[in-house]
């Protein structure tokens, strides 16, 4: 076999705002619909060639964690169940979401992130939001990590995620990628900076602009 096609981690764990599929409730049935978008596509794929490879050790179902809209009350491990990810929702209040995805990331760091300044609303009390959402994802992921396993974690939603799993599980095998690399001028700025020190991994997608006369 192929060196490239070999794999050294027992597990694949991802750590993103979405889970791949929304969990969606009518009257009283809870049933799955998988979210649209490049990277929901991509594990997939990488999903289905870990499948095609029973010589690995590489446990083909990856683990996903992500948030949930509906009520824990609804929702069991039959509900969750599917041929691809092992599902991990992590429920965030309404009111802490409200400052964290819709304040902190949405109001203020994508406007930054895409080169509008003038767009972006800061807030002290987004912070604390982001802050204790990252809390909640840390809380049920270190239910879930097992030794070897890898731990991705994406996007700007979970900035502080790593540190946070690094300070519980010290030798956890954490990568990160981010689709942006501006982080000037955001409220919590160094905070955010100093979490990719307990990264293992960090990836970066930096988008060149050129201006042709």
Same mark, same amino acid.
């Given at each position: 076999? +192929?060196?490239?096609? =070999?794999?050294h981690?027992? &597990? ?5 705002y979405r889970l ?5 409730s009518?009257k ?5 619909? =998988? ?6 596509s ?6 289905? $060639?870990m499948? *095609? +490879?029973? /010589?690995?050790?590489l446990?083909?179902?990856i ?5 949930k809209?509906?009520?824990s009350e609804?929702?069991?491990d $039959? #509900?969750?169940? *599917?041929s691809?990810? /092992?599902?991990?929702?992590v429920?965030?209040?309404?009111n802490?979401?409200n400052?964290?995805?819709g304040?902190?990331c +949405?109001?203020l760091? %994508?406007?930054?992130f895409?080169y ?6 800061? @807030?002290?009390?987004?912070f /604390?939001?982001? =802050?204790?959402? #990252?809390?909640?994802?840390? @809380?049920?992921l270190?239910k879930? !990590?097992?030794p070897? @396993?890898?731990? %991705?974690?994406? @996007?700007? =939603? ?7 799993? &690094?300070?519980?599980?010290?030798e956890?095998? !954490? ?5 942006y690399?501006?982080l000037?001028?955001? *409220?919590g ?7 990719? %020190?307990?990264l293992t991994?960090?990836?970066f ?5 050129h201006?042709?006369?």
């Amino acid at each position: 076999m +192929n060196e490239q096609n =070999q794999f050294h981690y027992s &597990r694949i764990v991802i750590a993103a705002y979405r889970l791949p599929f929304k969990i969606v409730s009518k009257k009283d049935k809870v049933s799955l619909v =998988q979210n649209s978008g490049g990277f929901v596509s991509a594990m997939l794929a990488l999903s289905q $060639k870990m499948k *095609n +490879n029973p /010589d690995n050790n590489l446990k083909h179902k990856i683990v996903w964690a992500g948030t949930k809209e509906v009520s824990s009350e609804k929702l069991s491990d $039959k #509900n969750l169940e *599917n041929s691809e990810f /092992d599902l991990c929702p992590v429920s965030i209040p309404e009111n802490i979401n409200n400052k964290y995805y819709g304040g902190f990331c +949405n109001n203020l760091i %994508w406007p930054l992130f895409h080169y509008f300044p003038s767009l972006s609303v800061n @807030d002290n009390s987004y912070f /604390d939001a982001y =802050q204790k959402a #990252n809390e909640l994802f840390c @809380d049920e992921l270190i239910k879930i !990590i097992k030794p070897n @396993d890898f731990i %991705w974690i994406h @996007d700007y =939603q979970l900035f502080l995620l790593p540190y946070m799993i &690094r300070k519980k599980i010290p030798e956890a095998v !954490i990568g990160f990628f981010l689709k942006y690399s501006e982080l000037c001028h955001v *409220n919590g700025e160094k905070k955010l900076l100093m979490e990719f %020190w307990a990264l293992t991994l960090l990836g970066f997608i930096l988008m060149i602009i050129h201006n042709i006369f």
